[in-house]
């Protein structure tokens, strides 16, 4: 007798979990990103695109660009953060959605970015577990951080012809920005002289140098004058790097001399 009124008392319990069972429930998230040792990555910079995947299955729950206003440049780039300090300000670039899920989720949220510089754009990505119900909102959101720069080759243009003359120079002209659009110049929390801006020069797949190239003091603006000694084919990769940080970022071109 015991065992059976134990038996119903658990049929009872049982029952009573399944006519509770959770419904899926609305649940509204932000996803911010901001270039390392920068600012936020919105539409200045061509956003950048999020995706959220549930690690279990590899379905998209969510997906969506970053637009809005690079933030507040008192905030961040203040010689110290606290911890767990709020950077994101009103209008501060961002991509906003809901989701209706119904049980803890573990998923990699992932940033590709900016859009606006394919040649220099990076993923990050972080894994964590997304629970129905609580606050994605408040603060920073979910923040992701981007590395590197955003290097533009201004000259010469790819696969621009020039006549041989070893007499005669091209000139090497990049834009150096961070990944958030902030152009690197002096006065401003990006000096040109912390960052190393190189050519490196290859014809067809033999390396010829590396060449420094100097701060022209024009806002961005790093160039040389390059010579050439023989007619070919050559490839030209621009880069920008860090040695605080480690960040860099690269743009290519390829220039041909004719007999």
Do not use: C
């Not at 990103?33 to 600012?39: I, S």
């Not at 754009?121 to 972080?126: F, G, I, M, N, P």
């Not at 120079?169 to 006065?187: F, R, W, Y």
């Not at 797949?205 to 390059?226: D, F, H």
């Amino acid at each position: 007798m015991r065992a059976l009124i134990l038996s119903l008392f658990f049929l009872i319990l049982t029952a009573g979990f399944v006519t509770q069972a959770r419904a899926a429930e609305e649940t509204n998230f932000v996803v911010t990103v901001k270039a390392r040792n920068g600012m936020f990555i919105g539409t200045a910079g061509g956003g950048a695109q999020i995706i959220i995947r549930d690690r279990r299955t590899g379905d998209i729950m969510a997906s969506g660009t970053t637009y809005g206003a690079m933030g507040d440049p008192a905030l961040l780039m203040a010689d110290s953060v606290k911890r767990d300090a709020v950077l994101a300000s009103e209008g501060t670039a961002r991509y906003e959605f809901s989701i209706e899920f119904w049980e803890p989720t573990p998923v990699t949220v992932s940033a590709t970015g900016p859009l606006g510089q394919p040649q220099n754009a990076v993923t990050v990505s972080e894994d964590m577990i997304l629970i129905p119900g609580k606050d994605y909102t408040a603060g920073n959101g979910i923040m992701l951080e981007l590395p590197g720069f955003a290097v533009d080759l201004v000259s010469p243009v790819p696969n621009q012809k020039f006549k041989m003359n070893p007499k005669v120079p091209v000139t090497i002209e990049a834009n150096v920005m961070t990944l958030d659009g902030s152009l690197v110049e002096k006065d401003k929390p990006w000096p040109p002289e912390r960052y190393q801006v190189e050519v490196h020069v290859y014809k067809d797949n033999l390396y010829i140098t590396t060449m420094e190239l100097p701060y022209s003091e024009e806002p961005g603006i790093y160039s040389a004058n390059l010579e050439i000694p023989m007619p070919g084919i050559y490839r030209l990769l621009v880069t920008a790097f860090d040695p605080v940080t480690k960040e860099a970022g690269m743009d290519i071109t390829t220039v041909i001399y004719e007999e």
